[in-house]
């Protein structure tokens, strides 16, 4: 059975940082195309980060470029995502996906995942 839990999510101040984990059963994160999605509050999903097979390079959305950072340690099969400097506009519940394979020009694209986590509520305090 193929699943991903997310944690690490949190109420923290504006310019905190959290780090939010996402350990995979039933897949292995480095054959795998995974990615980083929240949403707000009667927004739609958005985009924040992804990583390809290889991991090595990530791609981020302008919003947190700069101040999040993706990556992976496959001894732990795990996915993580560093937030710095975190403002109020990053309130959401953040979400971790995969999929096998996503092309370079869709990978920003939530119906490029089939895999996702159940998500971990972040709130920054402003």
């Known amino acids: 059975q193929v699943q991903l839990v997310e944690s690490g999510g949190g109420l923290v101040q504006a310019g905190g940082a959290l780090r939010l984990s996402c350990a995979a059963s039933?897949?292995?994160?480095?054959?795998?195309?995974t990615a980083w999605f929240r949403q707000a509050p009667g927004k739609g999903r958005e985009f924040v980060a992804a990583?390809?097979?290889?991991?090595?390079?990530?791609y981020y959305a302008d919003s947190v470029k700069g101040r999040f950072t993706m990556s992976r340690d496959n001894a732990k099969n795990t996915v993580y995502l560093q937030m710095n400097d975190l403002q109020p506009e990053d309130t959401a519940v953040y979400y971790c996906?995969?999929?096998?394979?996503?092309?370079?020009?869709?990978?920003?694209?939530?119906?490029?995942?089939?895999?996702w986590g159940q998500g971990t509520q972040v709130t920054v305090s402003s």
């Open positions: 039933g897949i292995t994160f480095s054959r795998y195309t």
């Open positions: 990583m390809r097979t290889s991991a090595t390079h990530t």
């Open positions: 996906a995969a999929n096998p394979w996503v092309i370079l020009s869709a990978i920003e694209g939530a119906d490029q995942y089939r895999t």
